[in-house]
C-alpha cells in the first residue's frame, strides 16, 4: 500500500489534471478511488479542459421560460441524476435575493459555466444556482433598447467569485439595413462597472440587407472569440468578434452559395452554430421537416464541405421517443434553441407537442426527451445550466 504521503502527492496531481487523468487515477487502485469518492476532495478540485474531448456530464440541466395560462413562469430541469428529471420552480433553483425572500427573475440573458445573468424587477443579477449565491450589477448606462440585444458572460469559470465580463451586443444596421457592424458595451466584474460608452466595431465584407435586427444565439471559444450566424437576403456569414476589449474587432466569413441556399429556406430559429470539439471550429446546424443537417469544414482546410452530414433524422427521434401517439411524432420543422459548448449538447424541439430534445454531437444521437405536460406552454426563452470543470466531479462509490 501507498504511504499517506505518496497519496497524498497523486491526489494533488490528479486534481489539477484533466477528466480523463483523474477517471484513470480512480481506477489505479481502491485507496485511490476511495479518496477520489469522498465529497470532501471536491474543493481540491481545479480540472484542466481538455483540449479535444466534451465532458456531458458538465451540462446539469436547462432553463425553460413557459407559461401556465396565468402568467410567465421560470422552471429549471435538473438532470443532475443520470436517470431522472426533476422539473423546479426558479424559488427552487435560484438563490433568494437580498431581502431573503425569492428572487423575482423577470428575464434571461445569457448562461456559461455555471453563472446566469438575470434581470428582475430592481436590477441585473449574476446568479450561482448550484452556489445558491447572486450579486447584483450595474444596469448600462444610457439604456439602449434590449429586444434585440445580446448578452455573453466570457470568465467566471466556477463561480461568480472569480473575474468575469458581460458583453452586451447589439447588430448595427445602415439606413438601408446592410448590417455595418457590432455595438457593444463592456462590463468588467474587477471595476464593478460598465464602460463608460458602447463601441461600434465595423464588419467589413458583409453584403445584402439583414433578414432580422437579430443573430443566433452565439458560440463562446475560450474566453477571446464569439461567433454569431448572420442571414443577409443575398448571404449567409459567420460573424466572430475577437479580442474584446479596446483592440475589439470583428470579422466575417462568408459561407458557400450551397449552405446559403439551405439557410435560406430556414427561419433563424432554425440554425445554430456549434463545435465538434471544445475550441473548434464553428459548424452550421441546420433543421428542416426531416432531419437536422450540419455543414462543416474539411479537418486540414478551412474548405467547406460539399455536402452536408445529417446528424438525426425524424425516424431516429420518433424511434428514441417509443411511442405511437402525438407524443413521439415528429411534426413540422424543429427549433434549434442552443448549443452547450462544455458538454457537446444541442436542444431543440417541436412547436406541436412542447417537449424538448438532448441532442449529444459526439454519438450524433439524442440522450434526452422532456415533456412537461399542456398545462404549461414552452416559450422560445431557454438556456442551458453547464458547470465549470473547476466544480465537476465524477462520482464513485468508495467501495468499488
Excluded at 2 to 15: F, G, K, Q, R, S
Excluded at 142 to 148: A, G
Excluded at 226 to 234: A, E, G, I, K, S
Excluded at 263 to 280: D, K, T, W, Y
Aim: net charge positive; proline share 6%; aromatic share 8%.
Amino acid at each position: 500500500m501507498a504511504t499517506p504521503l505518496l497519496v497524498d502527492l497523486i491526489l494533488e496531481i490528479a486534481a489539477r489534471s484533466d477528466p480523463a487523468t483523474l477517471v484513470r487515477c480512480a481506477a489505479a487502485c481502491k485507496d485511490l478511488r476511495r479518496h477520489i469518492a469522498d465529497p470532501g476532495f471536491r474543493r481540491r478540485l481545479r480540472l484542466r479542459r481538455s483540449d479535444d474531448r466534451f465532458v456531458p456530464s458538465l451540462l446539469r440541466g436547462h432553463l425553460v421560460v413557459g407559461n401556465s395560462g396565468v402568467h410567465d413562469e421560470l422552471r429549471f430541469f435538473d438532470t443532475t441524476s443520470p436517470y431522472a428529471t426533476k422539473l423546479l420552480s426558479a424559488a427552487a433553483c435560484f438563490p433568494r435575493g437580498p431581502d431573503s425572500e425569492p428572487l423575482p427573475v423577470g428575464e434571461l440573458l445569457a448562461s456559461r459555466d455555471g453563472i446566469l445573468l438575470v434581470r428582475t424587477a430592481d436590477d441585473l443579477r449574476v446568479c450561482s444556482h448550484t452556489a445558491g449565491r447572486s450579486q447584483a450589477i450595474a444596469i448600462p448606462h444610457p439604456p439602449e433598447p434590449n429586444s434585440d440585444a445580446h448578452y455573453v458572460l466570457l470568465g467566471g469559470g466556477g463561480g461568480i467569485d472569480r473575474p468575469f465580463r458581460v458583453l452586451k451586443v447589439r447588430l448595427v444596421l445602415d439606413q438601408s439595413g446592410n448590417v455595418s457592424g457590432l455595438r457593444i458595451t463592456v462590463f468588467l466584474s474587477e471595476q464593478n462597472k460598465w464602460g463608460t460608452c458602447s463601441t461600434k466595431v465595423p464588419a467589413p465584407g458583409i453584403h445584402g440587407r439583414s433578414r432580422s435586427s437579430r443573430l443566433t444565439n452565439p458560440l463562446v471559444v475560450g474566453d477571446d472569440a464569439v461567433h454569431w450566424l448572420c442571414l443577409t437576403d443575398t448571404a449567409s456569414y459567420i460573424l466572430t468578434l475577437h479580442a474584446v476589449g479596446a483592440a475589439a474587432q470583428v470579422t466575417s466569413t462568408r459561407l458557400p452559395a450551397r449552405i446559403y441556399g439551405a439557410c435560406r429556406e430556414a427561419q433563424l430559429h432554425h440554425m445554430v452554430l456549434a463545435s465538434m470539439s471544445p475550441g473548434g471550429r464553428p459548424v452550421v446546424l441546420v433543421a428542416d421537416s426531416d432531419r437536422i443537417s450540419m455543414w462543416a469544414q474539411h479537418e486540414h482546410s478551412a474548405r467547406w464541405k460539399e455536402r452536408p452530414e445529417t446528424v438525426v433524422d425524424k425516424e431516429a427521434v420518433e424511434r428514441y421517443t417509443q411511442t405511437g401517439g402525438l407524443m413521439g411524432r415528429w411534426i413540422g420543422v424543429p427549433q434549434l434553441e442552443w448549443f452547450a459548448e462544455r458538454s457537446g449538447v444541442v436542444l431543440f424541439r417541436f412547436i406541436s407537442f412542447g417537449g424538448w430534445f438532448w441532442l449529444d454531437l459526439r454519438s450524433m444521437e439524442v440522450v434526452r426527451w422532456f415533456h412537461p405536460g399542456f398545462s404549461w406552454i414552452p416559450t422560445s426563452i431557454s438556456f442551458p445550466c453547464e458547470i465549470d470543470l473547476a466544480s465537476w466531479a465524477p462520482t464513485f462509490r468508495k467501495s468499488l
